[in-house]
């Protein structure tokens, strides 16, 4: 699987953003889509991830409420939408994929190149 995220720039706090993650080389059926994120400096963070066969979602704290996941399996596109955006959400991010559900990164195979978002104060 190829995995393509887009949807990346330069914002305003408290301003949104919508990343995209388009998937090829296989149909989404049965697997989970996570996103991630990495500053500089720090390890990689586990966001948000949907399973694709029944849609259930799981969200870290860190962006509970104000980030939402969503799949469009049409397009094979994964979405994450972000809210209210903080400086300390500026970071590349990533989307990957798994067989499980969860945020764990050691468990994540395929990852897309990363899409740089930066929240200006």
């Known amino acids: 699987v190829q995995l393509q995220a887009s949807g990346g720039g330069l914002v305003q706090a408290g301003g949104s953003l919508r990343l995209s993650c388009a998937a090829s080389?296989?149909?989404?059926?049965?697997?989970?889509l996570g996103w991630f994120r990495q500053a500089p400096g720090k390890e990689r963070e586990g966001l948000s991830c949907?399973?694709?066969?029944?849609?259930?979602?799981y969200y870290a704290a860190s962006v509970r409420g104000r980030f939402t996941i969503s799949a469009d399996k049409a397009k094979n596109t994964v979405y994450l939408t972000m809210n209210s955006l903080k400086p300390v959400d500026t970071a590349v991010y990533y989307c990957?994929?798994?067989?499980?559900?969860?945020?764990?990164?050691?468990?994540?195979?395929?990852w897309g190149q990363g899409t740089q978002v930066t929240v200006s104060s």
């Open positions: 990957a994929t798994t067989p499980l559900i969860g945020l764990d990164v050691t468990l994540y195979k395929h």
């Open positions: 080389g296989r149909t989404m059926r049965n697997y989970v």
């Open positions: 949907i399973d694709i066969s029944d849609g259930n979602t």
